[in-house]
Nanobody, 126 residues
């Protein structure tokens, strides 16, 4: 069983930066593609960024391209989400998720991810 624990959320002003971390345990981290999702009140959960097992390829939602960066450290069993130029519309609970099925392309649908963290809240004030 894989456990995922997010950290790093908080309150930040618009234009600021923050880095989220997600620590994994209980499995072989390097075997999993990882994703960061977010869910704002009244909205569906959406994929923000994802990264392949080796870290060789990333996916970003259009809304965060050029502002967010996903990375991973397989030696530390951790995936990161660096968020810059934050906007109030980035306010949401951010979840990390692990996808265990080997795929050629990065999975973008939430139901393809097998393990989830409990989330960390990011609030961006204007």
């Amino acid at each position: 069983q894989v456990q995922l624990v997010e950290s790093g959320g908080g309150l930040v002003q618009a234009g600021g930066s923050l880095r989220l971390s997600c620590a994994a345990s209980g499995g072989t981290f390097s075997n999993y593609a990882m994703g960061w999702f977010r869910q704002a009140p009244g909205k569906e959960r959406e994929l923000v960024a994802a990264i392949r097992r080796s870290g060789s390829r990333q996916y970003y939602a259009d809304s965060v391209k050029g502002r967010f960066s996903i990375s991973r450290d397989n030696a530390k069993n951790t995936v990161y989400l660096q968020m810059n130029s934050l906007k109030p519309e980035d306010t949401a609970v951010y979840y990390c998720a692990a996808e265990t099925l080997p795929r050629i392309i990065i999975a973008t649908m939430a139901n393809l991810y097998d393990y989830w963290g409990k989330g960390t809240l990011l609030t961006v004030s204007s």
